[in-house]
Structure formats: structure tokens, C-alpha cells
């Protein structure tokens, strides 16, 4: 099997993905055409990684149109059985790269969230120039390639709208690791967590307009915020006019440190695929304000879980948040049912390559 994507790897992995790379590699003969994080090396015996572009605007100009020339390169060399593409974009260069290489290769596609997602309410505004063609590249993708996995309800609808039928639905490997463990009481001062890349798709404006409304009414609680991105000066404005706390990066162990130190995760994105750190936020028993929004109600149960508002509705937000912060019994019942809903979610990196392995057959 031979995965593309175009997340960034550090050589040598960290721990967790190097437990899910192994447990892969008992059931296949694998490779991975992918791009390197800064500072890392260009690849192994089993990684093949696209070195950073400068300046960074043409990184991803530069990876795309590079991308079916690349995999057709590495198609060649390794004639594998299958590609798995992280994307539907991906999914589309591996189509162009098959062609080009003559490697009878099947082509599956995941889709762990809305492809139109990244054109729109990502990175540069400069994206929404090329959305209609991106859309049109990634719906022909998925309609042409020979397999699909999804990994919740809201992405098969996805694929099914497309007239498609997912082979295969199961979650992407998580390495949850330092969210595992005993948990913690909920603290005594309310707070709120933010977690998450600062992109419009998280709709960080849309929280930054609910917590004016709610801190009036919660002068007791308090809100952090933890992430990145091309909508920091929203974090930085609210720093400096509320006191939100505000860190742009933390390690995982820390970020479940954060978690502890929370009353509930809020997560008002306008669109989520997987949502990862909903499934953290169950491990560390802590309950989620979110909107209903992609895959955020497959995961969350309303009023068991957390409480979910429609999207682009701060006025909605901002109440769920004075609830929750300002009723202490209510925050703990949304923790026990966090706590017992992450168990669907969480599999092993044995478990994840074994599924991986009865798709690809």
C-alpha cells in the first residue's frame, strides 16, 4: 500500500504515529508519500517526504501541482496493490499519477471531512478563487476512484450525495495516549477551552462575539484558548480586551493538562470533519458547547455529552456557556456523559491496521 497525504512528518516519529506506522507495516508493505515538517530529514525506507517551499505562500502551489508527477515517480518504483489518499485532492494526483505511470494500482480516497471546507473557510482568501474547480476536481475524485472510507455519519453523507457508497467506515488512528488515564474532578473555577487551528472554519469570531455576550454573566469563569492560524489577531483581540488566556501551540500532554483545568470544551465550528480533540475532551471526561455543525452531532449527544446551538448563532452560544459555567452539577453530568461516550471512538493502532488491511483486500 502506498498512503498520500499531505500532512507533515518529523523524522523520527513521534511515539504515537510510530505505533501506528508499525502496526501497519505487520499487515502491509507500506509506503508514505507525504510532506516534512521543518528541520526534518526527506525520508526513510518507508517515508517519502516533500520538503518546504520558500516563501511558504507557494508551499502548497508548489506541493499540488508537484504531486501526480511525484506519485507517479514512486508508483513505478514500488507498484503497489493499493494507494490510499488522505484527500480527495490527493485522491485526484493519484488518478493523474496512475495514468501517467501505467501502474493498475486502486485508488481509495478517505474523506475525514467536507473537501469544500479547505477553498472556503481556510488559509488564504486567495483559495475561494480557485473553490469551484477545486470542488469539481474533488467530487470527480471521489466518483472515480475505486473505493471510499469514511469516518462518521456526516462524511458518508458527504460521499453518498455524490452518489457513492463508502466501502469502509471507521475513524482515523488517534494517539490519545496522554488523554487516557484517570481523570480528573472538574476544577474549582469555571472555564471554558478553546482548541483548535484559528481558521474561519472554526468560526473563532463567532466565539470571540459569544463570550462578550457570556463573561457579563459569568464574571467567575474564564476562557482559554489554544491554536494557530491565519485568524490570530481574533485570539490577540480578545487577550488584551478580556483577559482570555491565549497559547498558540502546546504538546498534547499539556493540552490535556488544559483539558483538566476546564469545565467544558467549546467548539463552535461552522464546519468539523472528525473532530479529534471532541474525542480528547471525552477522555478527559470534560463536556462540550458546540454547534451542530459536520460530524460535532455524530460524536455528541445533546444533553449527554454537551449542548449543541445552531451554527452562526453567538447569541445561542453565549447562553449554553453561561449555563454550563454557572452550574457546577450541570457541568458534571455533561462530564460523566463525555466520559462514557468516548469509548466508540477509540481503537488501537492494531485495530486501525487491521481495518486498514481488509479494505485495501
Request: charge should be neutral.
Amino acid at each position: 500500500m502506498l498512503f498520500i497525504g499531505r500532512t507533515r512528518y518529523s523524522l523520527p516519529l513521534t511515539t504515537g504515529l510510530a505505533r501506528k506506522f508499525a502496526a501497519l507495516s505487520a499487515e502491509l508493505d507500506l509506503r508514505v508519500l507525504a510532506s516534512a515538517a521543518t528541520g526534518s530529514r526527506s525520508g526513510d525506507a518507508t517515508f517519502t517526504l516533500v520538503r518546504p517551499v520558500r516563501p511558504a505562500a507557494l508551499d502548497g502551489v508548489a506541493y499540488w501541482l508537484g504531486l501526480p508527477l511525484r506519485a507517479a515517480g514512486v508508483l513505478r518504483e514500488f507498484r503497489p496493490d493499493a494507494v490510499v489518499c488522505q484527500t480527495a485532492y490527493d485522491a485526484a494526483a493519484a488518478l493523474v499519477a496512475r495514468r501517467l505511470s501505467r501502474v493498475p494500482a486502486r485508488v481509495v480516497v478517505e474523506v475525514h471531512g467536507d473537501w469544500r471546507t479547505s477553498t472556503r473557510l481556510y488559509g488564504s482568501p486567495r483559495r475561494r478563487f480557485v473553490a469551484r474547480i477545486a470542488d469539481a476536481v474533488a467530487g470527480g475524485a471521489v466518483r472515480r476512484a475505486d473505493a471510499v472510507r469514511t469516518v462518521s455519519p456526516f462524511t458518508a453523507g458527504l460521499v453518498r450525495a455524490l452518489g457513492v457508497d463508502p466501502a469502509a467506515d471507521f475513524p482515523a488512528f488517534m494517539d490519545l495516549d496522554p488523554f487516557l488515564g484517570e481523570v480528573r474532578p472538574l476544577p474549582e473555577r469555571p472555564t471554558a477551552l478553546f482548541v483548535g487551528v484559528l481558521e474561519p472554519y472554526k468560526n473563532v469570531d463567532g466565539l470571540a462575539e459569544a463570550w462578550r455576550l457570556a463573561a457579563p454573566h459569568v464574571p467567575q469563569a474564564s476562557l482559554r484558548i489554544v491554536g494557530s492560524g491565519s485568524c490570530e489577531d481574533v485570539a490577540e483581540g480578545l487577550a488584551r480586551e478580556h483577559g482570555v488566556r491565549w497559547d498558540a501551540r502546546l504538546e498534547p500532554a499539556e493540552v490535556a493538562a488544559a483539558m483538566d483545568e476546564a469545565w467544558v470544551l467549546v467548539l463552535p465550528s461552522r464546519s468539523e470533519g472528525m473532530g479529534r480533540v471532541l474525542v480528547e475532551a471525552f477522555c478527559r471526561a470534560r463536556g462540550v458547547v458546540g454547534t451542530r455543525a459536520g460530524s460535532i452531532p455524530d460524536l455528541v449527544e445533546d444533553g449527554l455529552a454537551g449542548l449543541l446551538v445552531a451554527p452562526e448563532d453567538p447569541q445561542a452560544l453565549s447562553e449554553a456557556l453561561v449555563r454550563v459555567l454557572s452550574d457546577r452539577g450541570l457541568a458534571e453530568r455533561l462530564s460523566q456523559g463525555a466520559r462514557a461516550a468516548a469509548s466508540p471512538w477509540i481503537q488501537t493502532p492494531e485495530e486501525y491496521a487491521r481495518r486498514m488491511r481488509e479494505l485495501v483486500e
